[in-house]
């Protein structure tokens, strides 16, 4: 069923028809749709557009639907164009013409919308949740290693020893602010477009906050031109799943290196890994490496939406029907990719002894001489090229910063007393950085602690911003 005959002597042809259709991928609106048509239903029976006993019909087919929908016992069929001309068929088949009465003062521009938005808004949350868990497998795991040192990279090459833990919780800031641009958005976007009608508002429609706030918006939009062209609030989410995505990627990418023979720090449990078709032995990574692959896309459908938008015309076109789709996509792909990562993070294996091995190496305490050299003031830059020379002596002579005598040290510099042979330890190294942001055990278990402190605001802020929908599914 379409909704726009009257004017036409013929249906559209096959394949416009078939370019035109969308109810195979808008469907999943179809709760929101109901809910807001149950609201609509309310407004115009209160302005006598509708009838209280017509109004009461359309009610309990909207409910039945409801439950249908969610049963799957009623859902679209080829003759339907798109989501809201398949639950307006519902309404009809099920009470009858004045099922057609829910039409008035609205248009498919403003209710597409208004439910592509209580769409987001649900998803978002639950995304917001999906990452709290990983966070939460992230805390687990380094509140277990906060006496574990290790070799912190840059560039991938030994840089400077760090606690272990502060290394796993690096993934969790990132990931919360993730879940605070989530807020943000709702801040920001949490209003209702419904009530613009085509573009120009509508006289059917006289009270949009009263419709708004029962849908649980924070308001109205402002102007009703705008409301229907606005997908900011779209691309921002797609923004939103694509920095998701590349925060997960980086956390693949780590865990990929990690547990390569050749690092051999951590064993991903079996549960999250999966094997190979002709190599017996093989245990790959496959989890890792879809959180890193996925990105593309979450970065891909970001861009596709993007580029639709740029320089269209204000109000509705028809483009704007391949907004839903990238959102679509990005959302599942996420709230696949989310539990199979914190369940591969949860349960993975770091492996100490292999982890604090290395973190003397490749001169990552170079710095403490600098350093040292620098609280006695010698000027950094001087400082620095001194511990360059210890440096280039150890790879000389094939030795460590450690193993450097008091006089070979002396010689270097005759700033280099003994002292600094105590620096040059990991763990002295890891002590001494004892900011709040920095690597001593304390601080990273002081850190933990806020960020655990984080996940119970964050969760009681999803609590409170988290709408049941009323009659639904
Ligand atoms: N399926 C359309 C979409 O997703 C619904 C709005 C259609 N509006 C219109 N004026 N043709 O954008």
Not at 57 to 82: H, N, P, R, V
Not at 298 to 312: D, E, P, Q
Not at 374 to 389: L, N
Request: hydrophobic share 45%; with cysteine.
């Amino acid at each position: 069923m379409t909704l726009w005959g009257g004017r036409f002597s013929s249906g559209p042809a096959e394949s416009v028809a078939a370019l035109s259709r969308s109810v195979h991928f808008d469907w999943r609106l179809a709760p929101y749709e109901i809910e807001v048509n149950l609201v609509h239903l309310k407004s115009l029976v209160a302005q006598s557009v509708v009838s209280k006993e017509e109004g009461g019909k359309i009610e309990k087919a909207l409910l039945q639907l409801a439950t249908e929908i969610g049963s799957g016992k009623f859902t679209y069929t080829k003759a339907d164009e798109d989501v809201h001309s398949a639950i307006e068929r519902g309404l009809i088949e099920k009470c009858g013409p004045v099922g057609g009465a829910i039409r008035a003062g609205r248009s498919r521009n403003d209710l597409v919308i208004t439910d592509f938005k209580l769409y987001l808004v649900d998803h978002l949350l639950e995304i917001a949740a999906q990452i709290t868990s990983l966070v939460q497998a992230f805390n687990a795991q380094a509140e277990r290693h906060l006496d574990l040192i290790a070799s912190g990279f840059t560039h991938t090459q030994h840089a400077q020893p760090i606690t272990f833990a502060q290394e796993l919780s690096k993934h969790s800031h990132g990931l919360l602010r993730d879940v605070d641009r989530i807020f943000d958005w709702l801040d920001r976007n949490n209003f209702s477009p419904f009530g613009a009608g085509a573009l120009a508002g509508s006289s059917l429609v006289p009270k949009p906050e009263k419709i708004a706030s029962e849908l649980g918006f924070a308001g109205v939009m402002p102007n009703s031109i705008d409301a229907v062209s606005d997908r900011d609030f779209a691309a921002e989410a797609l923004f939103i799943m694509a920095m998701i995505g590349v925060h997960l990627s980086k956390v693949g990418e780590e865990f990929i290196l990690w547990s390569s023979t050749e690092f051999g720090w951590l064993e991903i449990d079996d549960a999250y890994t999966t094997g190979s078709s002709i190599m017996p032995q093989k245990k790959n990574a496959d989890v890792a490496e879809l959180a890193r692959g996925k990105s593309g896309r979450f970065i891909g459908n970001l861009t596709s939406l993007l580029v639709v938008l740029k320089a269209m015309p204000f109000a509705y076109n028809r483009d704007l029907q391949e907004d839903k789709e990238p959102v679509f996509d990005s959302v599942d792909q996420l709230l696949l990719l989310l539990p199979a990562v914190s369940g591969m993070v949860a349960t993975a294996n770091f492996l100490p002894a292999k982890i604090s091995k290395t973190a003397a190496d490749g001169f990552s305490l170079a710095t403490e001489i600098a350093d040292f050299l620098a609280k006695k003031q010698i000027p950094f830059a001087t400082a620095h090229e001194i511990a360059g020379e210890c440096v280039k002596f150890c790879e000389k002579n094939g030795i460590t910063l450690q193993q450097l005598t008091t006089v070979q040290l002396l010689t270097i510099h005759p700033s280099l007393t003994d002292e600094v042979k105590e620096l040059l330890d990991v763990k002295g190294a890891v002590d001494s950085r004892r900011s709040s942001m920095a690597t001593s055990k304390n601080s990273v278990s002081t850190a933990l602690i806020q960020l655990k402190s984080e996940i119970t605001r964050i969760e009681s802020e999803i609590s409170r911003r988290r709408k049941p929908l009323s009659g639904m599914i």
